[in-house]
């Protein structure tokens, strides 16, 4: 079973892709993926693709968010963060 789920984020144009899988021994994995829209144009970050494994799609899911979450605080400039 795959599922894709696309997830908002406090930084103008860029939402966060995670993809879970079940795979054969019945944990789950995740892959992240960054969208950064910006005049016009995509940027796609695909985030290295971790060994981790998880024993339900929630705890995967949570982990790519996570994963994609940080790197965007440490990569986009703080100019780029939504104001309230």
């Not at 021994?25 to 995740?30: L, M, Q, R, V, Y």
């Not at 290295?48 to 400039?77: C, I, Y």
Request: glycine share 4%; charged share 30%; aromatic share 8%.
């Amino acid at each position: 079973m795959i599922e894709r789920q696309t997830f908002p984020t406090d930084y103008a144009g860029c939402e966060i892709t995670v993809v879970t899988e079940r795979i054969a021994d019945h944990d789950w994995a995740a892959v992240s993926t960054i969208h950064h829209l910006l005049d016009g144009a995509t940027r796609t970050i695909d985030l290295p693709v971790s060994t981790k494994r998880f024993e339900t799609q929630e705890d995967a899911r949570d982990f790519g968010l996570r994963q994609a979450m940080t790197w965007l605080e440490r990569n986009m400039p703080a100019d780029e963060r939504k104001t309230a």
